[in-house]
């Protein structure tokens, strides 16, 4: 299975790791650029923003907004207060 009900979709997987912003990936997410591309568009579809958010698609709500994540931002966000880092 592949497309926006299968979340191992290497669009997906490259679109949601770009996401983190990470200087250590910087040079394979310009390689992957494409691929980001299509997997963004596969996030932002109805069929993953009937749960997720992402950037302006989609309602917070039934599933996590994807915007960011992976990100520091997007990790403090998500991770107890207590938790150890």
């Known amino acids: 299975m592949s497309g926006a009900n299968d979340p191992y979709d290497p669009k997906q997987v490259a679109a949601l790791s ?10 394979q997410d310009k390689q992957d650029a494409p691929l980001i591309d299509k997997g963004r568009k596969l996030l932002a579809s109805n069929e993953c923003a009937r749960c997720h958010r992402f950037y302006d698609a989609g309602k917070a709500g039934a599933a996590p907004d994807l915007t960011g994540y992976g990100s520091v931002s997007y990790t403090h966000l998500t991770l107890p207060t207590n938790y150890p880092v």
């Not at 996401?19 to 040079?27: G, I, K």
């Open 18 to 27: 770009a996401e983190a912003h990470l200087a250590s990936q910087a040079a």
